[in-house]
């Protein structure tokens, strides 16, 4: 298989286990409560609703800083 395929086989193997987790995520307890934390911002005025997971993003991102870095050494 060329080096092209094999790069689009692992995203897509990535992009479907992203999704599993998205989906299996309600009812595993550490993920069910992404998006709900303190500090996430929600806004609601009339029809109008505003959700910025503040929080949930930085969490996220300290995560997967700390797996990038293990994986570097």
């Known amino acids: 298989m060329a ?5 689009i086989v692992v ?6 286990a992203c ?3 998205i989906w299996a995520a309600p ?4 993920f069910g409560r992404l998006g709900r934390l303190p ?11 505003l ?4 929080v949930t993003s930085i969490v996220i ?6 797996l990038f870095a293990l994986m570097r050494r």
Do not use: E, H, Q, W
């Not at 995203?11 to 479907?16: C, K, P, S, T, Y």
């Not at 996430?40 to 609703?49: A, K, L, Q």
């Open 3 to 7: 080096p092209v395929g094999k790069v």
């Open 11 to 16: 995203i897509g193997l990535i992009v479907a």
């Open 19 to 21: 999704g599993f987790v």
């Open 27 to 30: 009812s595993i307890p550490i």
């Open 39 to 49: 500090g996430d911002i929600i806004v609601r005025r009339g029809n109008f609703t």
């Open 51 to 54: 959700y910025f997971p503040m």
């Open 61 to 66: 991102s300290v995560v997967l800083s700390l």
